[in-house]
Every structure is written in structure tokens, then in C-alpha cells.
């Protein structure tokens, strides 16, 4: 449907450019016509002023001059020339072939007129007259009630009476006009006519050419916009088209209804890739593309975004209805195929972000909807509907957890351990384990750069296990060599999430022999509160134990201390960010006392981190924290490099 | 041919505002004219000298020489310039007024005009009647239809054909006088007031032939007004003669100021050039006579 309205619309901007051409047109052979009309009119007039100048010149040289003969008109005429006159012309008159006419000297006297009258005639200094007396004839339309249509034709002749060209007088002539008008009005008649068809076809021409033009050019917009907006293999709209579709799609929502943004990830592209060829590759693309459109609404867009990634709006929908729609694309698109003679079956994950429950901005639908799409692609839900801020995951992460999953197996990962300080005394009563991976190409990297990864995907499960073991292993280790150390081991809510885990960590304090208590959970804050059923009960028999539990970075999450009543814990560890600052601000010194006061009222140790100086050292321990931690002590290290007590101080 | 009526206007003006202009005053003035001489001024006799006006008769029908411009009034050609330059020497006004040919020597020796200038041969026969101051040379030629349907190629091919001249014209003599060698066949000789009617006999295929004067007849051969119609019958130029501007006898004054203004005229190189423009340098003369008809 979007397709259609944009086609309409380019077919709208196009009619309206021809629009424009063919007003700009009209006005060039608007003007054409006119121009040519008006030229028309005055060659007309001219055309029967000139008639009348030719039928003067005729009877002047036929009937005039020949029956003067010899006259000198300053002294008039002879008896015999005038009889010769009035022979010549009396049929002429009589017939109306003539209406009037006076023979006229050039001193203006009239010599001969058709009605034997001596006076009347053009005036001498008319221009007319002049003239004619210098050899020029003049013919004039003159208006005549009694003539039909109203006007004649006067014509001032010179008289060449004979062979010699010499002028003798003027003559002066009136010659009815309206045959010749009538004449001429048939011709203009057929001259508008063919001037108007030759006009019109001429519009006509420019007409089709500029039509022919604009086509053209639409066409060539049209497709330049196709081929920007579109991915050559499929022909689907591309990334960028698809975010333009998208963002069309949030603002346009009608009726409030919402729909859904889709991301489509193919899982066995690679494979068949790399097995079959490219060219296999592009067909199975091809005919996922075909099976999108067979399977989605008129309505809905699917784009390609790049490699085996694909893109869905689905305006409109409610989100079962979304879900209904991705049932049946995925049944669709999971049909088996045959490429080059290879049965296969293509599956394909679906994180789907709602609009505008998920966002209003297309970016923030399509990471959310990355991550949903991630989040199936890891269990065994193919379509996976965003459900908040924890699956949010760079994509880079899809790297870190398959180099981390080699890491285990290859034994790159190395325990560090900080020690705690016992500020009553100053001695290492315990060591926080802190997992580094020894990468082989990137070096040491700290738990910030793949602990993240790790948390969302079932790595950090394996991970959490190797870090115990690792852990229980040291502390074996440095308690025969006569420390006595308690060893804090960070736990995911992930893990606590399993059912696996209660078991396996009392499995292994049997199997390492350590005593519970010299084992420490630490879980953030958000961790510790989590409503799964699982992981209470995980914590309370770990508890119950005697395997200590500590917060990490208290005061940092949103914790409601209400919460914190059912678990049983052991230590609260105040994020170094009120430590750090804790000389300066007051507020920070409050915070600090407030927790300090509310972790013995709870039963458990305070323990401070992120001690850089002695300074700070100073007050937390007036405070009244129990324990510190920082590198005003150590930095984390292999456990045999943390210092002992009498080193610290 | 339209370029051609343009020059013609453009002469007939230059010719008109010569004469218009008060002569004395500017004659000197004006362009690369022969300057006004006041001792020929003074030989004029004292009645010319009065008026400040010479009236000379022609029959404007014989182009180059002189014939009416498009206008029908205005008179053009070799001899109104001529008579342009004459006046200017004499710091008079040359009026050229038409008249019939025949008269023409009579109308001078009674009184009316001072002179004739219309291409009037100079004769002994004429002599009797006025002096001549004569100024061109030129003999008769034959003119024939275009094609020359009568297959005339000299004067005794005439014999038996109707042939057309101006009346009183040396050529009408020459007829009159070739007619005794026709034997049995004479010629039919029709004679018209102007040169031009007899010329519409040839055209009009009423005559076989017109006698005119040799620069009359090769214009009318070559101009492309006319050429379509008129041939020379042959390059033949029969009792070639002078041209000459009859004057009353007795009327010596008017001659001699006339013949010294025309020697000036044609010292001066300005009778070369109007010869020049009007296609009539082959019958230059080298200077004015008085009489100068050649014995027969």
C-alpha cells in the first residue's frame, strides 16, 4: 500500500511538472497566434487596399489614358475627349464596377466626373492627392452608409497617358469594396482555420514531447530512487528505505493502533553459503524474499537490511495478532527447499519490537528488536518479543561469547584476587575473585569486556562454574600455606535463575572441602531481589549453609529495602562511588554512615570500596565500615602476590 | 530593375535640387560641379540674364538621353545633366519642358524656348533654321522586335516592312530617303508624335522595325525593362552626326555662352562622367563646335 501511494504520488508530481510545461508552452504559441493572427488582418486590409490600386492602375492605363490621347488637362478637356471619356467608363459606372470618379489636373480642378459635377473631390494638400500627383497611387477605405458594408475603396491614381510615362493628372477613383472584403474574409476564414489547426497541432507536438520528457525523467527518478532505496538481489527496499518506511509507519499510526517492527535473522545462511556457493546463497535469498511477500499483508513492508537480516513493519496489528502473522511467516519460510538439488530447511529467528509500546524511534525499535532476535536465537524461542532493558546487547558481544566459549576450553581465563582489609586491624581477612582472560590477541581483558556478553547467554553459567572451581582451588592453596582468607565469588542473577545452581555450589564446597563459611556470593543489588521462586530458594539454602551473601555496589540499584528483609545476608559493600568522594561531600559521608548503620542493623558487615588513600582509609574507618577495599591496599592480583598484612600497612 | 528605378529617383533628385538651388550663389559651393564662370554669365544676352532662366523644349521618350522618371513628371537622363552643368557654368536655371519633337526648331526660332535639348541632329537642312552648339555624336540604328521576326539585318532589309520614327527626325529622313531603293517594295513609313508611340508600334508587332539614334536604341536593347521586347538589328550605325542644342539665329550671344560652357563642362572631366553614367561614352566629343554638321 505504501508502494502505491508513492507511486501515486511520483505519478502526481509528474502530471503536475507536464502541468507546467504545457501552460509555459501555451503562452510561446498563445503569443505565435496572435502575433501571426494580427499580421494576417493587416496583410488583409493591405491585400485590398492593393486590389483597389491594381483595378485604378488598370482603368487608368485601359480606359482613361487611351481616350485623353493628347490632352493637357491644365487646359481641360475637348468635346471629343470627354465623349471618349464617357464611352470608355459609362458601362463600368452603369454596372457599379465603378462607383465614382473625377478626372482631376494637378492643380486640383476637376476636369471629368461620372456625374458631370465640377467640384467635390480630395483636397489637394490631402497626402493622398499629393501623392498621386508624384506619381504614387493611394488607396484608402472610406466609410460610405449607402455602400454595402459600409465602406469603399478610394484610390488617387496618377494618370500616364501616354507611351512616354509622362503623368498628365490625377484620377480619382471610388471602387466598391465589398466582393474584395468578402473575398478576403473567406480567405482569412481559411486562414484562421489552418492557422489555428497548425497551432493546435504544434501545441500538440510540444505537448507530446514534454510529455514524453517528463516521462522520462520520471522514470529515471523513479528508478534512481528505486535503486537507492532498494537491494539489488531481492529488489526489497533496503536499510535506508526501510527506515523511512519505518518511521512513516510510527508517525502515520491511524486509529492509535500500534504495530510491530520486526527483525528477521536467517540461521543456517552461513551454512549453506559456505557449502553450497554464493550463487546458492543469493537463490535462497531470492526465494525467502518471494516467501516474505507470499506470507505478509499488502500492507506490511519487508525490507533486507544487509547479509541473511531481514526487516518487518507490520502496521496495525495487536500484539497477538503480530504473533498470529509470524507464526504463519515462519511456517512459511521454514517450508523445505531444493537448492542446487540440496533439500533444506532454513530457520529463521524473529525479535519483534512493539510500536509505540517499545519506542517511537525506528533505531530504538530495531536494536530492541536486534535484541529479542538475539535473546531467541540463544534459547529455543524463534520469535522473541522485546521485553525491556536486559536484553539490550551490543551485537559484538555474538563474537565475544563464541571467543569465550573457546577461552574456556583452552583455559585462557586467570583469577585475580583483591584482598579485603580488616580496619579494626589491618589485616587481609579475605580476597574478592576477579575473572581476567588472558586473550591471545587482544591481552589481559578485564570482566567489563566480556562479562556483559557472557551474562546474556548461557556462557556465563559455565563461566560462574569455572571461576568457583578456580577459586575453591587457590583458597585449598593458600590456606595450606597458612592464610586463612575467605574467598568472594561474583554470581549472576542468571545463575541464580538456574535451578542447577544451589546444587553445584554445595557439590563443590564438599568436594573441595572448604568450610561454607569461608565462601562468599556476591550479587548485585538487583540480583538479590529478583522475584524468581528459583533463585530464593537458591540463596536461602546456600544460606542456610553458612556460604556467605554479599551486595556488590550497594546504593546504586533501586533496591526497596523491603526487599532486602527476606534475604539473608551477610555483607553489604557500598559502591565505590560514595567512597571516593567521601572527604569532600557531605552527602556522601551521610550516605556512608546511613548504610553503615543500616547494614548493622541488619546483621551484617559494611565493607567499603574503591579505598584509594589513607586519608579516606581514615574516615571509613571511623565511620564505623568494617572492612575495606582499593587500591590504596592492592590492585587485584595472582593470589600469590597479595600482600600480607605487616606489607600493607 | 528595382535597384535600378532607385538610381533613377536618386538622379532625379540630385538633378532637382541642382536646379532648385539659387545657381549664382551656390553652383561653386556645391560638390565637384564645373565652377559658375561670370564672364560666360555676362556674354548671355541681357534678357536671359534677367530671368536667370534658359527654357529648353524635349520630348522625354528617348532614354538615355531623356525620358520621365516613375513620377511622370520629373525629366531624367544624359541631357537634363547636361543641362544642369550648362546652367550651373552660366549661373543660370536650365529648364527642360516637353514638347513635340517636330516643332521643337520652330518653337526656338519663334521665340518660345531658347533651345532644344532632345538629341537633335545637327543638319545642313537644320542649320537653315537655328544654329547648333552641338555637344554628342552618335550615328542611326535599326530596332527590331526581340528575335528579329523580320530577319532585318540593314537598312535595304526595310523594303516592303511597315517602319516606324518620331516625326521630324533625322531617322524619318533617312527613310524617306532610302525609300527610292526599294523599287516596288517601298517601305511603309509611319511617322508619331514621340518616340515612344512609334516604339509601341514595334512592340505592339504594327511596325517591323524603329530608326533611333544609336544610344537610344542600345539602351533600349540592353536596359532589362525593355530588352525582353527590342533588338538591334545590327552594330551598324548609319550617317552618324552630331548631337547639337538648337538656338534662334541671330541669337549669337546665347550661342557662344553656351559653346563656352559646354567647353568648360568638358575640359572640366564632368561631360566624361555624366557620359559615364548614363552608358554613353561612344559618342564623347572632344570639344563644343557651333554648325557642325557634317556635308552630306
New interface residues.
Given amino acids: 500500500m505504501r508502494r502505491r501511494r508513492s507511486a501515486r504520488r511520483e505519478t502526481r508530481s509528474g502530471s503536475r511538472l507536464f502541468a507546467t510545461y504545457a501552460v509555459a508552452s501555451l503562452l510561446p504559441v498563445g503569443a505565435l497566434g496572435l502575433l501571426l493572427l494580427s499580421g494576417t488582418r493587416d496583410d488583409a486590409t493591405k491585400q485590398g487596399q492593393d486590389q483597389g490600386k491594381a483595378q485604378a492602375a488598370v482603368i487608368a492605363e485601359m480606359a482613361i489614358a487611351p481616350a485623353l490621347d493628347?490632352a493637357d488637362l491644365t487646359r481641360g478637356v475637348t468635346a471629343g475627349q470627354r465623349d471618349s471619356l464617357a464611352k470608355a467608363t459609362d458601362l463600368a459606372l452603369y454596372h457599379g464596377s465603378v462607383l465614382r470618379m473625377r478626372l482631376r489636373n494637378f492643380n486640383g480642378q476637376v476636369i471629368f466626373s461620372d456625374d458631370g459635377s465640377t467640384s467635390g473631390g480630395v483636397p489637394v494638400g490631402d497626402p493622398a492627392f499629393q501623392s498621386a500627383?508624384?506619381?504614387?497611387a493611394t488607396a484608402t477605405l472610406v466609410k460610405d452608409p449607402e455602400a454595402p458594408g459600409g465602406q469603399i475603396i478610394r484610390v488617387l491614381q496618377?494618370i500616364?497617358a501616354?507611351?512616354?510615362?509622362?503623368?498628365?493628372g490625377v484620377l480619382e477613383l471610388y471602387l466598391p469594396y465589398d466582393k474584395i472584403a468578402a473575398r478576403l474574409h473567406e480567405q482569412m476564414t481559411v486562414t484562421y482555420r489552418r492557422l489555428g489547426i497548425g497551432l493546435g497541432l504544434l501545441y500538440l507536438a510540444m505537448g507530446l514531447i514534454s510529455w514524453s520528457t517528463t516521462r522520462s525523467l520520471r522514470r529515471y527518478a523513479a528508478r534512481q530512487e528505486h535503486e537507492a532505496l532498494h537491494d539489488g538481489l531481492t529488489g526489497l527496499p533496503n536499510r535506508e528505505a526501510f527506515r523511512q518506511r519505518a518511521s512513516a509507519a510510527v508517525t502515520d499510526r491511524r486509529d492509535g493502533a500500534g504495530g510491530a517492527v520486526v527483525v528477521v535473522d536467517l540461521n543456517r545462511f552461513k551454512e549453506v553459503n559456505d557449502t553450497l556457493g554464493h550463487h546458492a546463497g543469493d537463490e535462497l535469498l531470492r526465494v525467502i524474499t518471494a516467501r516474505l511477500r507470499t506470507a505478509l499483508r499488502t500492507e506490511d513492508t519487508a525490507a533486507r537490511l544487509g547479509g541473511d537480516e531481514f526487516a518487518l513493519i507490520l502496521p496495525g496489528l495487536d500484539p497477538p495478532d503480530v504473533r498470529a502473522l509470524l507464526e504463519r511467516v515462519r511456517a512459511e519460510l521454514t517450508r523445505e527447499m531444493v537448492l542446487d538439488g540440496v533439500p533444506l530447511t532454513i530457520e529463521a529467528s524473529f525479535g519483534v519490537a512493539l510500536y509505540p509500546a517499545h519506542g517511537e524511534d525506528v533505531e530504538q525499535l530495531l536494536r530492541h528488536a536486534d535484541a529479542a532476535m538475539y535473546q531467541g536465537k540463544r534459547g529455543a524461542a524463534d520469535i522473541v518479543v522485546y521485553a525491556g532493558e536486559r536484553m539490550a546487547h551490543p551485537t559484538q558481544w555474538l563474537v565475544v561469547q563464541a571467543e569465550l566459549r573457546h577461552a574456556l576450553e583452552r583455559d585462557e581465563l586467570v583469577l585475580y584476587y583483591q584482598p579485603k582489609i580488616r580496619l579494626a586491624d589491618g589485616a587481609v581477612c579475605g580476597v574478592e575473585a576477579l575473572v581476567r582472560w588472558q586473550h591471545p590477541e587482544r591481552g589481559l581483558l578485564p570482566p567489563s569486556e566480556f562479562l556483559p556478553a557472557a551474562e546474556q547467554s548461557g556462557l556465563i553459567e559455565p563461566l560462574t562454574t569455572w571461576v568457583l572451581r578456580r577459586a575453591l582451588a587457590d583458597q585449598r592453596e593458600w590456606t595450606a600455606a597458612g592464610r586463612d582468607w575467605t574467598v568472594s565469588v561474583n554470581v549472576s542473577a542468571r545463575n541464580l535463575e538456574s535451578a542447577e545452581f544451589g546444587p553445584l555450589v554445595v557439590g563443590l564446597i564438599e568436594e573441595f572441602g572448604v568450610a561454607p563459611g569461608r565462601l562468599t556470593m556476591e550479587i548485585t543489588e538487583t540480583a538479590a531481589i529478583v522475584d524468581v521462586e528459583i533463585a530464593r530458594q537458591a540463596l536461602r539454602a546456600l544460606s542456610a549453609l553458612g556460604v556467605g551473601l554479599s551486595i556488590d555496589d550497594f546504593g546504586t540499584g533501586y533496591t526497596s529495602l523491603a526487599r532486602l528483609r527476606g534475604v539473608p545476608l551477610t555483607e553489604l559493600k557500598i559502591d565505590r562511588t560514595f567512597v571516593d568522594g567521601v572527604l569532600a561531600d557531605p552527602e556522601n559521608q551521610a550516605i556512608v554512615r546511613s548504610v553503615v548503620t543500616l547494614a548493622h542493623g541488619l546483621g551484617c558487615r559494611v565493607t567499603a570500596e574503591g579505598v584509594e588513600t589513607a586519608e579516606v582509609a581514615a574516615w571509613i574507618a571511623e565511620s564505623g565500615c568494617d572492612e575495606a577495599q582499593g587500591y590504596l591496599y592492592s590492585r587485584p592480583v595472582p593470589w600469590a602476590d597479595v600482600p600480607m598484612m605487616e606489607e600493607v600497612r | 530593375m528595382k535597384a535600378l528605378a532607385l538610381s533613377l529617383v536618386a538622379v532625379a533628385l540630385v538633378a532637382g535640387c541642382g536646379s532648385a538651388s539659387s545657381p549664382a550663389a551656390t553652383a561653386q559651393a556645391v560638390d565637384n560641379g564645373v565652377p559658375f564662370d561670370q564672364a560666360l554669365h555676362d556674354k548671355l544676352p541681357p534678357s536671359v540674364r534677367n530671368t536667370g532662366t534658359l527654357r529648353f523644349v524635349t520630348d522625354a521618350s528617348y532614354p538615355p538621353m531623356e525620358q520621365f522618371a516613375p513620377d511622370g513628371r520629373t525629366i531624367v537622363g544624359f541631357e537634363p545633366d547636361l543641362a544642369d552643368a550648362l546652367g550651373r557654368v552660366l549661373g543660370v536655371k536650365i529648364q527642360m519642358v516637353t514638347g513635340p519633337f517636330q516643332t521643337a526648331l520652330d518653337r526656338v526660332a519663334d521665340g518660345t524656348y531658347d533651345g532644344v535639348l532632345s538629341a537633335v541632329t545637327d543638319t545642313e537642312e537644320r542649320e537653315k533654321k537655328t544654329d547648333f552648339v552641338d555637344y554628342f555624336s552618335a550615328g542611326t540604328s535599326i530596332i527590331v522586335q526581340r528575335g528579329n521576326p523580320s530577319a532585318i539585318a540593314e537598312l535595304t532589309n526595310l523594303c516592303g516592312h511597315v517602319v516606324a520614327a518620331e516625326q521630324g527626325t533625322v531617322q524619318a529622313d533617312l527613310l524617306h530617303r532610302s525609300q527610292s531603293g526599294c523599287g516596288d517594295r517601298p517601305m511603309q513609313i509611319n511617322q508619331y508624335k514621340t518616340n515612344a508611340d512609334a516604339l509601341l508600334q514595334l512592340r505592339t508587332g504594327r511596325a517591323a522595325a524603329v530608326l533611333n539614334d544609336y544610344p537610344a536604341a542600345s539602351y533600349l536593347a540592353e536596359d532589362s525593362r525593355t530588352s525582353n521586347y527590342y533588338q538591334l538589328a545590327s552594330g551598324a550605325q548609319y550617317e552618324p552626326g552630331l548631337f547639337g542644342i538648337p538656338v534662334a539665329k541671330g541669337n549669337t550671344q546665347l550661342r557662344d555662352a553656351l559653346k563656352g560652357a559646354l567647353d568648360k563642362v568638358i575640359a572640366s572631366g564632368q561631360y566624361a562622367d555624366l557620359l559615364t553614367r548614363w552608358g554613353v561614352s561612344d559618342g564623347a566629343v572632344k570639344n563644343a563646335t557651333v554648325n557642325g554638321a557634317l556635308t552630306d
Fill in positions: 493628347d500627383s508624384n506619381g504614387t496618377p500616364f501616354r507611351a512616354s510615362g509622362e503623368a498628365i
